[in-house]
């Protein structure tokens, strides 16, 4: 199987990244989180939002529950790794928090696939160079982490 970098991709009308046009009724956080993978990726890279809306019950729905966005996405060594994003805001990072430990047996199966993760990113608008701006902080999420056996740390990305 050969490696399409970004231009092949849309040399064949395959977009790496969902329009943000198509992503009417989305979180804008997890617009945010899309956008900011994208850009700053250096490796090939497909993001993709995966929340729907039912216009009907007015209710929006994660992938199997916990997912906002998915990540495809091949690294230096050639293995494919397929990210699987919840984004929130920072004030209720620890709502999701507990989502995800409400949805461990799906985490668990997600985690146990092989090549994929699970990432928290939560976004806040903090002040840079007399500017206000959002920016992310991104938690690795493990099954240590989700049962309490770990705290982890979140980490700043795309810091100053």
């Known amino acids: ?8 991709l849309r040399s064949h009308n395959l977009h790496p990244i969902q329009p943000f046009s198509e992503m009417k009724g989305t979180k804008i956080k997890t617009i945010r989180t899309v956008k900011a993978i994208a850009r700053h990726q250096s490796r090939k890279i497909m993001v993709a939002n995966v929340e729907s809306f039912n216009h009907h019950s007015g209710h929006k729905k994660d992938l199997f529950g916990i ?11 050639g293995a494919t790794l397929i990210r699987g994003l919840q984004a929130c805001g920072a004030s209720d990072w620890q709502e999701h928090v507990r989502k995800l430990q409400g949805n461990i047996l799906t985490c668990e199966l997600w985690l146990a696939a092989g090549n994929t993760t699970i990432e928290l990113w939560g976004w806040r608008k903090v002040k840079r160079r007399g500017q206000r701006v959002f920016r992310p902080r991104v938690q690795l999420i493990t099954l240590a982490f989700l049962k309490g056996e770990e705290t982890g740390k979140a980490t700043e990305v795309f810091g100053d």
């Open 67 to 77: 997912f906002d966005a998915l990540a495809v996405e091949r690294s230096a060594s």
């Open 1 to 8: 199987m050969t490696q399409l970098c970004l231009k092949e």
